[in-house]
């Protein structure tokens, strides 16, 4: 068989080290992944299962009170006015949108431009399609090429950087001349600590014009719904059209008791206000602890992650902190210009945070 030419999955390279990390007496602390570890809020859950008994096919466009579930929820959360509950597609989780979006947008043969510091399936969904990968936090040096698409991240996975509306703007215009994609993935736009992140589909950066612009989300880590792989994907209509027909070829369709859970989560913004109040106060402990023990915390006004550095290799850094039982993942999983950098997550309990914190005091 004549597989896509893929690296190697990056975690999987981890093993050694999280089998050592696991060695020690009081357990390991895993930041590594980034696995919400918090239950399913009780109206998800009651959702869900209300759900379960339907032995009907689910729509692939979704429920209709999901899709206006998502729309009041980007008003009310983030901002975003405007937005036509036709043109909100619900997905599998975001990474499988991720991975699949170059080749459903025809991105084969073409540039696709990803962050210098970027999730890894941003790379392997342009692989899979075809296409040519450009890592680039500056589109000027692209010259007058027209790439198929464009990925933004704010707030980033790894770093936690946020992007500016000046910054926002400019992309925008920059691919509307050329006719190209822009697609923002916006998983973590709930969780501001130090900047507040903006949408890419907010009046302030768009004037309320979603012309070639996708905005991704996920309700993995603010609703806790990692394992019930729950995302959807809105902006221009026409582009969310032409995915939706697609997808109903390809049976890409999320379960309809999800469908009743997201509906459930979106409607509710109590548990997202509790769930970012749990993350805020492990990161009041994770943070100063690190940079007591001689870290660098870069960026990281935004998200889940700590981006982090002791001047050193990345790899070195992994092995420190594998010694002292905490996980980590090396920079390096997110591109060339990681390799100084571990990416903390702030996905682990309490007693986990604080047991992290004590042996770096030590």
Same mark, same amino acid.
């Given at each position: 068989?004549?597989?896509?030419?893929?690296?190697?999955?990056?975690?999987?390279?981890?093993?050694?080290?999280?089998?050592?990390?696991?060695?020690?007496?009081?357990?390991?602390?895993?930041?590594?992944?980034?696995?919400?570890?918090?239950?399913?809020?009780?109206?998800?859950?009651? *959702?869900?299962?209300?759900?379960?008994?339907?032995?009907?096919?689910?729509?692939?466009?979704?429920?209709?009170?999901?899709?206006?579930?998502?729309?009041?929820?980007?008003?009310?959360?983030?901002?975003?006015?405007?937005?036509?509950?036709?043109?909100?597609?619900?997905?599998?989780?975001?990474?499988?949108?991720?991975?699949?979006?170059?080749?459903?947008?025809?991105?084969?043969?073409?540039?696709?431009?990803?962050?210098?510091?970027?999730?890894?399936?941003?790379?392997?969904?342009?692989?899979?399609?075809?296409?040519?990968?450009?890592?680039?936090?500056?589109?000027?040096?692209?010259?007058?090429?027209?790439?198929?698409?464009?990925?933004?991240?704010?707030?980033?996975?790894?770093?936690?950087?946020?992007?500016?509306?000046?910054?926002?703007?400019?992309?925008?215009?920059?691919?509307?001349?050329?006719?190209?994609?822009?697609?923002?993935?916006?998983?973590?736009?709930?969780?501001?600590?130090?900047?507040?992140?903006?949408?890419?589909?907010?009046?302030?950066?768009?004037?309320?014009?979603?012309?070639?612009?996708?905005?991704?989300?996920?309700?993995?880590?603010?609703?806790?719904?990692?394992?019930?792989?729950?995302?959807?994907?809105?902006?221009?209509? *026409?582009?969310?059209?032409?995915?939706?027909?697609?997808?109903?070829?390809?049976?890409?369709?999320?379960?309809?008791?999800?469908?009743?859970?997201?509906?459930?989560?979106?409607?509710?913004?109590?548990?997202?206000?509790?769930?970012?109040?749990?993350?805020?106060?492990?990161? +009041?402990?994770?943070?100063?602890?690190?940079?007591?023990?001689?870290?660098?915390?870069?960026?990281?006004? #935004?998200?889940?992650?700590?981006?982090?550095?002791?001047?050193?290799? *990345?790899?070195?850094?992994?092995?420190?902190?594998?010694?002292?039982?905490?996980?980590?993942?090396?920079?390096?999983?997110?591109?060339?210009?990681?390799?100084?950098?571990?990416?903390? #997550?702030?996905?682990?309990?309490?007693?986990?945070?604080?047991?992290?914190?004590?042996?770096? *005091? +030590?």
């Amino acid at each position: 068989m004549n597989f896509p030419d893929l690296p190697d999955f990056p975690w999987d390279t981890l093993a050694d080290h999280a089998a050592r990390a696991r060695t020690h007496p009081d357990g390991v602390v895993d930041l590594s992944v980034g696995t919400p570890v918090d239950p399913v809020p009780d109206l998800v859950q009651a *959702a869900l299962g209300a759900a379960s008994e339907l032995p009907g096919y689910p729509t692939t466009h979704g429920l209709p009170e999901l899709r206006q579930a998502a729309v009041d929820a980007l008003a009310r959360r983030h901002g975003v006015l405007g937005v036509d509950p036709a043109a909100v597609l619900p997905t599998i989780g975001s990474k499988e949108l991720v991975a699949w979006l170059p080749t459903l947008l025809g991105a084969r043969g073409r540039a696709v431009v990803v962050p210098e510091l970027a999730y890894p399936t941003y790379d392997v969904g342009a692989r899979l399609a075809g296409a040519r990968v450009v890592r680039s936090d500056g589109l000027t040096a692209l010259g007058p090429e027209a790439p198929a698409m464009v990925w933004l991240n704010s707030p980033s996975n790894p770093t936690g950087r946020v992007l500016p509306v000046e910054h926002l703007r400019k992309v925008v215009s920059w691919a509307r001349e050329r006719g190209t994609v822009v697609v923002s993935d916006e998983c973590y736009l709930a969780l501001g600590w130090e900047a507040e992140p903006v949408s890419l589909l907010h009046p302030s950066v768009c004037d309320g014009d979603f012309t070639g612009l996708l905005s991704v989300h996920s309700l993995s880590k603010t609703s806790s719904l990692a394992g019930y792989r729950a995302g959807f994907v809105t902006g221009d209509p *026409a582009l969310v059209k032409g995915l939706l027909e697609v997808r109903k070829h390809a049976g890409m369709i999320v379960p309809r008791p999800v469908q009743s859970a997201m509906t459930a989560a979106l409607a509710d913004d109590a548990h997202l206000v509790a769930q970012k109040a749990r993350f805020a106060a492990r990161r +009041a402990v994770l943070k100063p602890a690190l940079e007591r023990a001689g870290f660098t915390v870069e960026h990281s006004e #935004a998200g889940l992650y700590l981006w982090s550095t002791r001047a050193e290799s *990345a790899w070195d850094t992994v092995s420190w902190l594998a010694d002292r039982g905490i996980l980590v993942a090396p920079g390096t999983f997110y591109g060339p210009t990681g390799d100084r950098h571990v990416r903390i #997550a702030l996905t682990a309990t309490d007693e986990r945070m604080a047991a992290a914190a004590d042996r770096l *005091a +030590a």
